[in-house]
């Protein structure tokens, strides 16, 4: 959880559907760990994470302002990224937890766009309560509710990629779209 919420090279890990796993095998006792402290260290390594992630951007912030672009780097995306922070302001790094790949970049891009550090501190709180809380305890309420859950894992760890996989996904062909009618 600490890789995926903040260092770069984490955005491919399985954050959701594996909280999601931990909350059922929580339920079956095959985790041997309290709900609420599972969902405690979780919380815990997102928010450390999200920190991490914070301070690379601000340590690396200005030198992305004035590095060319490259294959992989686009200043257009540092200057995005600000106009979504003024947009939606906290409720971006709250929300982003919920979105694969933005989970990782969102609190990098805080920093390189120094949102306030007690802004920060606050909707990173939040957002890494409030993650772990609603994806553990689903799947914890999923595997007390429907006891024969485990034995559909794979489809259910699939279902989540899929469904959070959405909205990457469509933003990525809007803006492919609206480079092809330019």
């Known amino acids: 959880m600490f ?6 090279f984490g955005f491919f890990l399985p954050g959701d559907s594996l909280l999601f796993t931990a909350g059922l095998l929580c339920y079956l006792k095959i985790l041997n ?3 609420t402290e599972l969902i405690a260290g979780i919380s815990v390594a997102a928010l450390l994470g999200y920190y991490a992630g914070y301070l690379f951007g601000i340590k690396t912030g200005q030198a992305l302002y004035n590095k060319p672009d490259t294959l992989f780097y686009k200043k257009k995306y540092i200057v995005t990224a600000e106009a979504f922070y003024k947009r939606f302001g906290g409720l971006a790094l709250v929300m982003g937890r919920f979105l694969p790949i933005v989970r990782t970049f ?5 920093g390189v766009v120094k949102v306030n550090p007690f802004v ?13 809380l609603s994806i553990v305890s689903g799947g914890y309420f999923t595997a007390k509710f429907f006891p024969d859950a485990q034995h ?5 760890v699939i279902g989540f990629i899929l469904v959070t996989s959405v ?12 480079k092809e009618e330019l």
């Open 167 to 178: 909205p990457i996904l469509r933003n990525w062909f809007k803006e492919k779209n609206k």
């Open 33 to 35: 760990i309290p709900l």
């Open 106 to 110: 969102a609190p990098i891009l805080a």
């Open 120 to 132: 920060f501190s606050m909707y990173n709180m939040m957002g890494a309560i409030l993650w772990p």
């Open 152 to 156: 559909y894992l794979d489809w259910i």
């Open 3 to 8: 890789l995926e919420n903040g260092i770069f």
